[in-house]
């Protein structure tokens, strides 16, 4: 049998011992709402530490983190409402993260849970659909891909900030018929560079493309890239890719290709 050792003498925190409210705020931005989140209260349910024993809270999004200190066993206090505002600022934001008990007096950590549990997920975070729009700072382009986080239910094209009818652009076949086909490409260029083409057990930007790649007759797998050495073959990977991309275009013509068509020959009428 298999056995574990702690030399540290860290404890691992129970996350059913974690108690957790977020609710979701609106804002009215231009043309369309954004959200982000209030954790309206947090608790550590457990007699295994002092009272006076500080509840941290350690958040992950993307490759954004922020730590908020949230009061002490014995009196639990969740932070302000506006903390998150700019750290989770979004169309589509997904929050996890991981909450630890540090000693009141040496300030050094006693327990924390193991893994990353979910903080918050906003309503309109669809797992059907890979991609999520958010205004960010993209500098002298109109936009890039976010970190790709393997654990996130979406992966997050960033538009310029500059923009200010967001709404518009991202429901605009003229400019989504550009950016996805190439974000897509990039997502799929990710998953076989660093081995993730397999479906796993949970909601992830990655299972949404495996999923949607079989749906479009071209699934997509990885040791057919390979070399015996395991290696990928560069010609068979590009050749994949434009295949996969192609087979997307194809199924996604009339509602991208054709109205962003109509949209550039009639541009003048609008």
Same mark, same amino acid.
């Given at each position: 049998?298999?056995?574990?050792?702690?030399?540290?003498?860290?404890?691992?925190?129970? @996350?059913?011992?974690?108690?957790?409210?977020?609710?979701?705020?609106?804002?009215?931005?231009?043309?369309?709402?954004?959200?982000?989140?209030?954790?309206?209260?947090?608790?550590? @349910?457990?007699?295994?530490?002092?009272?006076?024993?500080?509840?941290?809270?350690?958040?992950?999004?993307?490759?954004?983190?922020?730590?908020?200190?949230?009061?002490?066993?014995?009196?639990?206090?969740?932070?302000?409402?506006?903390?998150?505002?700019?750290?989770?600022?979004?169309? *589509?934001?997904?929050?996890?993260?991981?909450?630890?008990? @540090?000693?009141?007096?040496?300030?050094?950590?006693?327990?924390?849970?193991?893994?990353?549990?979910?903080?918050?997920?906003?309503?309109?975070?669809?797992? *059907?659909?890979?991609?999520?729009?958010?205004?960010?700072?993209?500098?002298?382009?109109?936009?890039?891909?976010?970190?790709?986080?393997?654990?996130?239910?979406?992966?997050?094209?960033?538009?310029?900030?500059?923009?200010?009818?967001?709404?518009?652009?991202?429901?605009?076949?003229?400019?989504?018929?550009?950016?996805?086909?190439?974000?897509?490409?990039?997502?799929?260029?990710?998953?076989?560079?660093?081995?993730?083409?397999?479906?796993?057990?949970?909601?992830?930007?990655?299972?949404?493309?495996?999923?949607?790649?079989?749906?479009?007759?071209?699934?997509?797998?990885?040791?057919?890239?390979?070399?015996?050495?395991?290696?990928?073959?560069?010609?068979?990977?590009?050749?994949?890719?434009?295949?996969?991309?192609?087979?997307?275009?194809?199924?996604?013509?009339?509602?991208?290709?054709?109205?962003?068509?109509?949209?550039?020959?009639?541009?003048?009428?609008?």
């Amino acid at each position: 049998m298999k056995r574990s050792f702690n030399f540290t003498g860290l404890k691992i925190l129970d @996350k059913n011992l974690i108690k957790l409210s977020v609710e979701e705020k609106e804002i009215p931005w231009a043309d369309q709402t954004i959200v982000y989140p209030v954790i309206k209260e947090i608790a550590v @349910k457990t007699a295994n530490f002092p009272g006076d024993s500080r509840i941290f809270l350690r958040l992950k999004r993307n490759e954004k983190v922020k730590t908020l200190e949230c009061g002490t066993i014995r009196y639990p206090k969740p932070p302000d409402e506006g903390i998150l505002r700019e750290f989770s600022l979004g169309t *589509k934001v997904s929050i996890s993260g991981t909450v630890a008990i @540090k000693d009141p007096e040496k300030n050094n950590i006693l327990a924390v849970n193991k893994g990353l549990i979910p903080i918050f997920k906003s309503k309109n975070v669809d797992s *059907k659909s890979p991609f999520a729009l958010e205004a960010f700072d993209t500098g002298s382009t109109l936009w890039k891909m976010d970190s790709m986080d393997e654990s996130n239910p979406y992966l997050t094209i960033l538009i310029s900030k500059e923009i200010s009818l967001i709404g518009k652009f991202q429901n605009d076949e003229r400019y989504l018929s550009l950016i996805l086909p190439q974000a897509l490409k990039g997502a799929i260029t990710y998953m076989i560079d660093n081995d993730c083409c397999e479906l796993r057990d949970d909601e992830s930007w990655v299972n949404t493309i495996i999923k949607m790649l079989s749906y479009i007759d071209c699934p997509i797998d990885r040791n057919t890239l390979c070399d015996s050495d395991g290696n990928v073959i560069p010609d068979e990977k590009n050749i994949f890719l434009e295949k996969a991309v192609d087979a997307w275009s194809s199924k996604t013509k009339d509602i991208l290709f054709d109205k962003a068509i109509s949209k550039i020959n009639h541009q003048d009428e609008e």
